[in-house]
């Protein structure tokens, strides 16, 4: 049984991990991270610095969207933000405990 | 006083309005609308009866007011007219004079123009009658401007004296107004009730707010202090992280959402939806119109008949810092039997190195002097007034030019000198110490960089450059130092000691048995090698290797290492190696009939090699603006361009430029408008060339089209390699297969 329960944890990450895996194949992907509600990385694929840097800006913009489209109708919600920009576009997909920010090069 | 209103009809001074009774009417004749209509207004009347009619019935009479009038009326008769209209406030006026009389029975044909209309229009002139003045008719009008008018209407009192008064001075005095009663009248304010209602109703709309209080303070304000934050940004420990990847929140989360991201992410892969097809268009056609001419049109070209005479150019320099100044290193053009057969004459005739300026293009601006042929020169570039060559002998010279800098610039007063100045080298090292060979090429290292004794390369603290390499057909390649030995001096002052023969240093790069080198460094450098091996001098190969030296164990003697790869690609004299200056491991190696292009790290072989030319190539050099061009200099004095988007198995165009061979290309971007290309040739002629908008101005995403076709062909390569290695292999398994198979025969 012990060695079910184990297996079923692996199992568990491993589908996290594939699914970053696969997000982050795709053509142009420059990294992924996942930040908890405070903002705080949990998940990265880029070095420390710009984590931290695009944790804490990306949290403020997506605390701000979420709450423009509630004020404008409070049953909705925001469920995905994408910020285009000259070099990048970046994807943020909120959550109730977490975000996933996905940075793309469209170009490349 | 004011005007008082009066309904008084203003009449003319020659009429006066009057009223008939019916009596008077009918006794002359004259009943309103019976006798006198408004048709027919007018009746005579004849003066004897009107005085009769005045004295039968004297004051009764209607025409008694007026008896002086018609009594001085001369002529018998008068005129009445029936004023139907109450013009002038009665039912008929007599006119007074003969004259109005005149002018009522005839009315006057001021209308003369209109009769003449009706006759011939040759008459007008001649029948013409002017109008004459007529008196005012008032019609009323001045009655609105005398209203307005101010006249003295005031009323005058009378006062009345007694007579025994008159004429006696008259005297006033004042009295005030209170002093007696009833002096003034006085109207006094009172309160008008009206204005003191009370509004009992309003209505009016209430809201309301939250309770608001306005308050102020102050902060205390002591003195000024710079402070700061720091921070620091929160983060998980690992197990946190650990822990929270592994919950089942997480992971319904990104199992949730994934499929949005794949769904962004393709959609910006299949298309670019901010991409702007329209603008991105025009850019192509921007240069159409001026694709006009593509030739390298001739701007100017230098020669000296007494200096260059019968000589040829090796090397042509731009000034770096200097507009318009080019140096050219002109060497004898004798093969080395003729050099030595007539090396008598060859001492008298010194070498040169001649400075053109393009304000002048027949005198050079300055010559320096070499102790022998200058085969490759090059200016300092952290300081342009020092330049280096390596002389055919081997020896490496050092000039200082500081001095006519002015005049290069054009800028001394006194240019007129007829005679160009001369500066002689100020360093040279010793015959011993240098190379064997004729240097061939020799280039500055960065400043920021420098080369310790083991051929370490570390970082250069000054700035400026101090180190030289210099390299030459007996296989060796040197550093030089241009700081004397163990005292750091600046340059300035070694340059003020213009010491005739200073031996230079040559503290490391011992040299060693190499082919020819392409070293490997930092992207900064460009390092041009020039021939071959010396075994063979038609030998056209390249060899590539790293220069750190090593230490043999056994001898402790410095050697460098093997080279690490050499290749035999061009069928003659490699003269030309050079890097791209847009692409950092891109290389282009001339030599024989073709040209190649190599990328650093590729070491099969050239990414790209050209097809044989007709005549050898004999020179190259990439362009400086177009990642995708080259110029290839030949020895029937043409010149290639290539432009390697366009075709790769012949030149984009060709143009003759001289009648000889090539020997040298550089082109220089002098602005944005203008770039030139310096080719000169073998006749020692310098030809200056204007390169055209078409082969300066790159085209859109040039430099991206040409680093995705060096990959394709370094893919190509790699190819290849793996397809020999399959096919080798794949013969190797099929000779296998034959031998077990015959074996297998004669086994049965």
């Known amino acids: 049984v012990t060695v079910l329960i184990h297996h079923c944890i692996l199992y568990k990450k491993a589908e996290v991990e594939e699914t970053l895996k696969r997000i982050q194949g795709q053509k142009g992907v420059q990294g992924i991270i996942i930040v908890n509600a405070e903002g705080i990385p949990i998940k990265t694929t880029l070095d420390n610095s710009s984590t931290v840097q695009y944790a804490g800006l990306i949290h403020q913009l997506v605390m701000k969207a979420r709450s423009t489209v509630r004020d404008i109708d409070p049953q909705n919600d925001l469920t995905f933000l994408r910020v285009r920009s000259k070099k990048n576009e970046i994807m943020i997909a909120p959550d109730k405990d977490y975000f996933l920010i996905v940075i793309q090069n469209p170009s490349d | ?748």
């Open chain 2, 1 to 748: 006083g004011r005007p008082q209103h009066s309904k008084m009809y203003c009449h003319p001074n020659d009429i006066l309005p009057l009223t008939l009774t019916s009596a008077t009417q009918e006794l002359f004749g004259c009943r309103c609308d019976e006798d006198v209509t408004g048709d027919n207004p007018y009746k005579i009347l004849r003066k004897e009866d009107i005085v009769q009619d005045m004295r039968m019935r004297a004051a009764v009479s209607d025409f008694s007011p007026m008896k002086q009038l018609v009594l001085d009326y001369p002529e018998d008769e008068l005129l009445l007219v029936y004023d139907r209209d109450f013009i002038y406030g009665s039912s008929f006026y007599l006119v007074l004079t003969a004259d109005a009389k005149e002018r009522h029975l005839k009315p006057v044909v001021a209308l003369g123009v209109e009769v003449a209309l009706e006759r011939e229009p040759s008459e007008v002139f001649a029948t013409q009658k002017t109008s004459e003045p007529q008196p005012w008719i008032s019609l009323g009008s001045e009655q609105e401007i005398e209203e307005e008018s101010v006249t003295d209407s005031r009323p005058r009192y009378r006062i009345s004296r007694v007579r025994r008064e008159f004429g006696a001075p008259i005297f006033f005095s004042d009295r005030n107004a209170m002093e007696t009663k009833d002096g003034f009248i006085e109207c006094t304010p009172y309160q008008d009730k009206n204005f003191s209602l009370k509004q009992m109703e309003r209505h009016t709309g209430v809201q309301t707010i939250p309770n608001l209080k306005s308050s102020s303070t102050q902060t205390q304000w002591t003195y000024p202090r710079s402070m700061c934050t720091q921070y620091e940004p929160r983060e998980f420990s690992e197990e946190k992280k650990e822990n929270c990847l592994q919950s089942e929140k997480l992971k319904n989360f990104v199992n949730s959402v994934a499929s949005r991201f794949e769904m962004a992410i393709q959609q910006n892969e299949i298309m670019d939806v901010f991409f702007d097809d329209w603008k991105a268009l025009s850019e192509e056609d921007s240069g159409y119109g001026r694709k006009a001419d593509p030739h390298l049109k001739e701007y100017q070209s230098f020669t000296d008949l007494h200096f260059s005479k019968e000589k040829t150019i090796s090397n042509i320099n731009w000034h770096p810092t200097i507009n318009g100044v080019i140096a050219v290193a002109v060497t004898e053009r004798l093969s080395f039997e003729d050099r030595i057969n007539g090396s008598t004459k060859l001492l008298l005739n010194p070498s040169l190195i001649l400075f053109w300026s393009f304000s002048d293009p027949i005198n050079p601006q300055l010559l320096l002097e070499c102790p022998d042929d200058v085969f490759s020169f090059e200016f300092c570039p952290s300081d342009p007034n020092i330049i280096v060559g390596g002389c055919m002998n081997g020896q490496v010279v050092l000039w200082d030019i500081s001095t006519h800098v002015e005049q290069l610039q054009g800028t001394r007063t006194n240019k007129r000198e007829n005679e160009t100045p001369v500066v002689r080298y100020c360093a040279v090292s010793g015959i011993e110490n240098g190379h064997k060979a004729p240097i061939t090429d020799i280039q500055w290292l960065p400043g920021t960089f420098e080369v310790s004794r083991m051929g370490v390369p570390m970082e250069n603290k000054n700035g400026i450059c101090v180190q030289i390499v210099t390299c030459a057909p007996d296989c060796c390649v040197m550093f030089w130092d241009i700081r004397a030995p163990r005292v750091l001096q600046t340059m300035a002052d070694q340059r003020k000691q213009k010491v005739e023969e200073k031996p230079l240093e040559n503290p490391h790069g011992v040299p060693n048995t190499f082919k020819h080198l392409d070293l490997t460094w930092k992207p900064l450098i460009r390092l041009q090698l020039v021939l071959s091996t010396t075994f063979c001098p038609q030998d056209g190969e390249l060899v590539y290797t790293d220069w750190k030296l090593e230490k043999d164990n056994d001898s402790g003697r410095l050697f460098s290492a093997k080279p690490s790869h050499r290749f035999i690609i061009h069928d003659g004299q490699v003269n030309t190696v050079r890097r791209s200056p847009f692409f950092k491991d891109i290389i282009l190696t001339v030599g024989g009939w073709t040209f190649a292009i190599w990328k650093e790290g590729v070491t099969n072989g050239p990414i790209i090699q050209s097809s044989c030319s007709q005549k050898k190539c004999t020179v190259g050099y990439w362009s400086q603006s177009r990642p995708a061009v080259l110029f290839i200099g030949k020895e029937d004095g043409n010149i290639d361009v290539w432009d390697l988007l366009e075709k790769t198995h012949e030149p984009s165009q060709t143009q003759n430029i001289t009648a000889t061979q090539i020997t040298c290309i550089k082109p220089w971007i002098v602005s944005s408008k203008q770039h030139l290309l310096a080719v000169s040739d073998h006749l020692g002629t310098l030809h200056i060339l204007e390169i055209p908008w078409t082969l300066r101005s790159p085209s859109s995403n040039e430099k991206l089209s040409m680093s995705k076709y060096f990959e394709k062909e370094v893919d190509r390569l790699v190819y290849f390699e793996k397809r020999r290695e399959m096919r080798a292999k794949e013969k190797k398994d099929y000779e296998a297969e034959e031998l077990r198979k015959k074996t297998v025969r004669y086994s049965i």
